[in-house]
């Protein structure tokens, strides 16, 4: 039972090129999350979804888009990466919005955007 | 925004009892109150939760006032592996757009 699994755990890109970070978790959960986090700061919610097939924005999803490929899965883009991009990236899942569920997150993938 | 507010930063002695403040003045009537920590880059770990009443578990427990305005997180007696960035979070049902706010670091004095 591995939880929330997100791979690469460390990437470093060049200005403009793409990107795919991947989150799958085992627990059967409906809600998946994905927050970014800056040096010194906390999380940020950039996207969300709370079942398969529908997705909505968070805080700050401009650069990003995501796709919830099944109930496992929720992957995250950037198309066309900037400097601005550089941080810590933390997927997380939950039982459902119904459920006073607590957020299990994965160990974090960082990205560097030179 | 986040709902709720934090001191950004609090010390306490090694063995003694860890009270962090959260303030969430327009909590709603079906807004759980949340905590979280994060320790060091790790990913954050879930701690408590509560609605009205308090709440003990085998790592904290949760005080929340009886208007519901602020709560309290208390570590009875703090370790140093207590040292983290804790999050008080409020998350209505029936919405998954859970925000975040800054965190209160816990400096554990050893």
């Known amino acids: 039972n591995a939880g929330v699994t997100q791979t690469p755990k460390f990437q470093v890109l060049k200005t403009g090129q793409s990107m795919t970070l991947q989150c799958a978790q085992d627990?059967?959960?409906?809600?998946m999350y994905w927050y970014r986090q800056d040096p010194g700061m906390g999380l940020r919610l950039i996207y969300y979804?709370?079942?398969?097939?529908?997705?909505d924005k968070g805080e700050v999803p401009n650069g990003y888009n995501v796709s919830r490929l099944n109930k496992r899965e929720f992957s995250l883009r950037l198309e066309s990466a900037a400097p601005s991009q550089t941080s810590v990236y933390f997927c997380a899942s939950s039982r459902d919005r119904m459920n006073t569920g607590e957020l299990f997150f994965g160990e974090g993938s960082r990205l560097t955007v030179l | 925004d986040a709902k709720t507010t934090q001191p950004p930063s609090m010390d306490c002695a090694e063995g003694r009892a860890a009270n962090l403040p959260c303030n969430h003045s327009?909590?709603?009537?079906?807004?759980?109150v949340y905590w979280y920590r994060q320790i060091h880059s790790q990913g954050p770990q879930y701690i408590i939760h509560g609605l009205k009443n308090n709440e003990t578990n085998e790592m904290a427990s949760l005080i929340i006032t009886e208007d519901r305005k602020s709560s309290t997180l208390i570590l009875p007696h703090a370790t140093l592996r207590d040292t983290a960035v804790y999050y008080c979070?409020?998350?209505?049902?029936?919405?998954?757009?859970?925000?975040f706010g800054k965190g209160t670091r816990l400096h554990i004095l050893p």
């Open positions: 979804s709370a079942s398969e097939g529908t997705t």
């Open positions: 627990m059967n959960h409906n809600s």
């Open positions: 327009t909590i709603s009537g079906n807004e759980y």
């Open positions: 979070i409020v998350r209505p049902q029936g919405d998954d757009k859970i925000i």
